[in-house]
């Protein structure tokens, strides 16, 4: 049987223009990434957010 230890772990994702760029379990790394895109923004996985909003 396979290791659950990354079932409930957050990941987050860098969106930029409605299109997931990156994804990590790290926000810190995640802010960082989205800092290089114009209009980046930082979300939980699997959360939808509306273009505009933070």
Same mark, same amino acid.
């Given at each position: 049987?396979? =290791? &659950? =230890?990354?079932?409930?772990?957050?990941?987050? *994702?860098?969106?930029v223009n409605g299109r997931v760029v990156y994804s990590n379990p790290s926000k810190p790394s995640a *802010?960082?990434? $989205?800092? !290089?895109? *114009? &209009?980046?923004?930082? !979300? *939980?996985?699997?959360? $939808?957010?509306? $273009?505009?909003?933070?």
């Amino acid at each position: 049987m396979g =290791c &659950g =230890c990354s079932k409930n772990k957050t990941q987050y *994702e860098v969106v930029v223009n409605g299109r997931v760029v990156y994804s990590n379990p790290s926000k810190p790394s995640a *802010e960082s990434i $989205a800092k !290089r895109y *114009e &209009g980046g923004q930082v !979300r *939980e996985k699997g959360k $939808a957010q509306q $273009a505009g909003t933070s």
